[in-house]
């Protein structure tokens, strides 16, 4: 399988293709917190067909078939859990039920959601997931093995989220949508590198509720989770990680999301909004190709790989995405179309038919004792 890496598994925006790339790998997967309206028999009619096994205060509800990733599982919880209490600067959690299902007819039946692989039900206590590409995630493939614990740490912030919002005696309702998945998606990349493009800004307006978040969703003209994530690390960038916590004890005092904001954050939202808008639809749609970037992975992520690939453009469930695939053709030193290979560290990409696009190579070769190469970069 080849040796495991400390490398940088990054996401990168390419002009119109950016929405994609974010939402299918990992929005997809990502069905926010949207309460499921299962009864509590139901629960009980799922949970009574499967193994139970616990991890900390997670009971973990498992079929013979996930066995594999019970460890893996584990230890992302124990990561999960870490950055968590570090975000929220909270001491104790309460149970959670981690119920993996068998296969999408059933996810979907119990969340009521559609083209979901995960979910968080603060209703019945519930993050389910729905592993993909079982096969590779089995056999420890890297790029699998990543897809599946952003997930999970995306759902497992969900729940701490509303720990923590239940410890200071605050309503869901009160935060907007955006912020909930901001926070979410800026747990799983807070220490990975990306590019500030984006296709467009919706407006906060219209990602405040539920409602509005899932037709958002499919609005395949924008990238409503890489939106909030930005918005959330120009807020930590700005006022460090305390500005999260800040936010939700200011607005548990106040009632009031925007009250709330303006006393953590010394600026009112609209502002924040204006001066967001403006620095991110500079770059919206501006440039064709990728950016790549390479960075130290946070500890959760160790990434094995057997041979360099790359990303290539394809199609989802209608929508646009990026696939792993080999990229033997690409890796020999000295080729002009190599960003990472054997020989160098930065190595420009230039556009040709055979590759048409990669937008990241694995270097096989980098091990976890050479130096971590966050900021090195390379642009067409």
Not at 2 to 10: C, D, E, P, T
Not at 133 to 159: C, M, P, S, W
Not at 168 to 176: A, H, K, R, T, V
């Amino acid at each position: 399988m080849g040796k495991h890496i400390k490398a940088a598994l990054v996401i990168m925006a390419a002009g119109m293709l950016a929405a994609a790339v974010w939402h299918v790998f990992f929005h997809q997967d990502q069905a926010s917190r949207i309460a499921v309206t299962a009864g509590s028999a139901e629960k009980r009619e799922l949970l009574k067909t499967k193994n139970m096994t616990r991890h900390q205060h997670a009971s973990i509800y498992y079929s013979d078939q996930e066995k594999p990733i019970l460890e893996l599982t584990k230890e992302t919880l124990t990561y999960a859990d870490d950055l968590n209490r570090a975000i929220f600067g909270q001491s104790r959690f309460h149970g959670i039920d981690l119920v993996f299902f068998s296969n999408s007819k059933e996810i979907e039946a119990f969340s009521k959601l559609s083209d979901i692989t995960g979910f968080y039900s603060e209703e019945t206590r519930i993050i389910g997931l729905l592993p993909e590409d079982r096969e590779q995630l089995f056999n420890n493939d890297g790029f699998a093995v990543f897809l599946y614990k952003r997930v999970l740490i995306h759902e497992y912030t969900h729940y701490a989220f509303h720990e923590k919002l239940r410890e200071l005696g605050s309503e869901p309702e009160d935060y907007p949508l955006w912020f909930h998945e901001g926070v979410a998606e800026w747990s799983t990349a807070h220490d990975s590198a990306y590019t500030r493009t984006l296709p467009s800004v919706v407006p906060l307006a219209k990602l405040k509720t539920d409602r509005q978040w899932q037709k958002m969703r499919d609005d395949s003209e924008s990238d409503i989770y890489l939106q909030s994530f930005y918005m959330i690390d120009e807020l930590v960038n700005k006022k460090g990680r305390g500005i999260i916590l800040d936010i939700m004890k200011e607005t548990a005092e106040a009632k009031n999301f925007k009250k709330g904001f303006r006393a953590a954050v010394h600026q009112e939202l609209t502002e924040f909004e204006k001066e967001f808008k403006q620095k991110y639809e500079k770059t919206a749609l501006r440039v064709p190709m990728p950016f790549f970037f390479i960075n130290e992975s946070v500890p959760a992520v160790r990434l094995p790989c057997s041979a360099a690939f790359a990303f290539v453009p394809g199609q989802v469930h209608r929508r646009k995405a990026f696939f792993a695939c080999p990229a033997e053709r690409a890796e020999e030193p000295g080729n002009s179309r190599v960003c990472f290979d054997k020989e160098t560290l930065h190595r420009p990409f230039q556009y040709s038919e055979e590759f048409d696009p990669p937008a990241l190579f694995g270097r096989p070769d980098l091990s976890p004792q050479e130096p971590p190469l966050r900021g090195r970069k390379c642009m067409i």
